[in-house]
């Protein structure tokens, strides 16, 4: 089996693919009124903020409650995302 590289398409869109699974899998049990927190080490909206929209673009039982992106700052800490979603 041939190993993948970090930047390939690829391999990117199956990370893509394994989140959205993770995503939905979660939210299946998050009982009516609770909350979802996605969260990543990442700054890449690919892997974060689009996880998300794609995720309530089918799937009305969620709202987006609030979202933050911190900025890596060298020396001190990496960058990240996070999304708090309430199911209704």
């Not at 979202?67 to 001190?76: A, D, F, K, N």
Request: proline content about 3%; some cysteine.
């Amino acid at each position: 089996m041939a190993r993948r590289r970090l930047g390939d398409p690829a391999h990117l869109r199956s990370l893509t693919a394994l989140q959205d699974a993770i995503l939905r899998n979660a939210a299946t049990r998050v009982a009516r009124g609770g909350r979802l927190v996605y969260s990543t080490c990442s700054i890449d909206v690919d892997e974060d903020a689009q996880r998300v929209r794609a995720f309530l673009d089918v799937s009305s039982a969620f709202r987006l409650e609030e979202e933050r992106l911190t900025l890596p700052v060298p020396g001190r800490c990496d960058g990240g995302w996070v999304a708090r979603l309430r199911r209704r």
